[in-house]
C-alpha cells in the first residue's frame, strides 16, 4: 500500500485489513440477497458503464433488484474481489484497485449462466467515528461471456 506519508505502516495496515474486510462483506451481501446500504457513504455513487447510481439507498436497491432477477432465472450469484492495490489518497480516503469476479451460476443444468471480469475502482472513506465505507465505486467491464450448460460426453 502506498500512502500520504502522515500514515504511519501500523495505521497503513489497520487501513488495509478494515477495506480488505469491507469488499469480503460487499460481496457476501451481494449473493446472499442483503442489503450493502450501510456499506456505503451517503454521498457514494456507483458507475458502470450502463448507468450511475447514487446515494446508498439507491445502490442498495440496484443490487437487490439485480439479486431478484437472478434468483427468478434461476442463479445464485458468487462474486469475488482480486489483487486488491490500495492506495492512500490522504489519512481519511483511499484508491483500491483491484480485479473483479461475479458469476451468475445456474442451478439447473438447463440454463445459461453468466460471467463478468471486470477492473474495479474504488474510494473508500473513512468516517470520523473510524467506520469504512464506500464513498465511490466505478466498474469497467472487461470480459462477458454466457455460459453453457455442461454438455454430455460426445461420440
Partial sequence: MR?????????LA??????????AEFTY???AGMSVEELF??????ATPRGTTQGPAGIAKLFASIHAARKAEGHISR???MNARIVAI???????????????????HTSLGALL?????????????GIYRFLK???TPMLEFSLTPKMESRP
Avoid at 489497520?14 to 469488499?23: F, K, N, T, V
Avoid at 457513504?41 to 456507483?46: E, I, K, L, Y
Fill in 117 to 129: 471480469v471486470g477492473d474495479q475502482t474504488d474510494v473508500v472513506v473513512r468516517d470520523t467515528s
Fill in 90 to 108: 490522504d489519512e481519511n480516503h483511499f484508491e483500491v484497485r483491484h480485479l473483479m469476479l461475479a458469476i451468475a451460476l445456474p442451478q439447473a
Fill in 137 to 139: 465505486r466505478t466498474l
Fill in 79 to 81: 462474486h469475488g474481489s
Fill in 29 to 31: 451481501r451481494v449473493d
Fill in 41 to 46: 457513504d451517503q454521498s457514494a455513487v456507483f
Fill in 14 to 23: 489497520e487501513a488495509r485489513g478494515e477495506i480488505l474486510a469491507l469488499l
Fill in 3 to 11: 500512502h500520504d506519508e502522515s500514515m504511519t505502516k501500523t495505521q
